[in-house]
């Protein structure tokens, strides 16, 4: 399963806590940011479970940044 998110984290090194934030806490979760796209995607893909959205968009309000799933437009 992947789940992509429009997320207002601009700076790599905001990037780089948040993937540790998110791998330390979803061990089965595998995630990056494109932050050369305009939305600045997190993408994260599952392969075990479903990924659960909610909880990384709790997780980055937490480091002070917004996140919302990114419609699927296909």
Same mark, same amino acid.
């Given at each position: 399963?992947? +789940?992509v998110?429009k997320t207002?984290v601009?700076?790599?090194r905001?990037?780089?806590?948040?993937? !540790?934030?998110?791998?330390?806490?979803?061990? !089965?979760y595998h995630?990056n940011f494109?932050l +050369?796209d305009? !939305?600045?995607?997190?993408?994260v +893909?599952c392969? =075990?479970?479903?990924?659960?959205?909610? $909880? $990384?968009?709790?997780?980055?309000a937490?480091? =002070?940044?917004?996140? @919302?799933?990114?419609a !699927? @437009?296909?």
């Amino acid at each position: 399963m992947v +789940e992509v998110f429009k997320t207002n984290v601009r700076a790599r090194r905001h990037a780089r806590l948040i993937l !540790d934030q998110i791998h330390q806490n979803f061990q !089965d979760y595998h995630a990056n940011f494109d932050l +050369e796209d305009c !939305d600045n995607i997190l993408r994260v +893909e599952c392969r =075990g479970s479903f990924i659960q959205p909610s $909880l $990384l968009i709790q997780l980055l309000a937490a480091a =002070g940044f917004r996140a @919302e799933v990114l419609a !699927d @437009e296909a």
